[in-house]
């Protein structure tokens, strides 16, 4: 395993309508994309960019997450987190299904199959026991210039 770059920080929301305007007013955030439903994961994401380097439009993004009728495990997060909190962290993977079979070579828990993630990449997670306690996402680094598709 090679550690790569950290894409973004989840952060589980009771409301994304109102973390927009906490990141905006608050935070000085400039550059916030419009939020979309992921149906699959039972989440409304929105995300937030931080600047790279120099201004470059490579940081590490903010993952907005507000649970949709039905969800269970960000609704969860959310009664034990009424506020909201830091879910999970997630790092680039050139090859997913690669790192999946690294991360159980050495015994961690992979939550299930690789499947498309909010940035149309393939993502898994790790369980956070495995992880020093953060639940852990990778995802396939996106083809150049798609960082930004949302
Ligand atoms: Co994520």
Redesign the pocket.
């Known amino acids: 395993m090679k550690l790569g770059r950290l894409?973004?920080i989840?952060i589980a929301t009771p409301s994304i309508a109102d973390a927009i305007v906490f990141y905006r007013d608050i935070m000085g955030a400039t550059k916030i994309h419009a939020p979309f439903d992921l149906e699959s994961q039972g989440v409304k994401?929105c995300f937030v960019d931080t600047p790279g380097v120099d201004g470059a439009l490579n940081g590490t993004q903010i993952?907005l997450?507000e649970p949709l009728p039905g969800n269970t495990s960000i609704a969860g997060f959310l009664e034990k987190n009424p506020a909201g909190g830091q879910?999970?962290m997630?790092y680039e993977v050139p090859d997913i299904h690669a790192a999946k079979a690294e991360f159980e070579a050495m015994g961690k828990r992979v939550l299930g199959e690789p499947r498309i993630?909010?940035h149309g990449t393939l993502?898994f997670f790790v369980h956070p026991r495995d992880m020093q306690g953060v639940l852990t996402?990778f995802?396939e680094t996106p083809k150049a210039g798609e960082h930004w598709s949302n």
């Open positions: 894409n973004h989840g994401v993952e997450i879910h999970h997630c993630g909010a993502i996402e995802m």
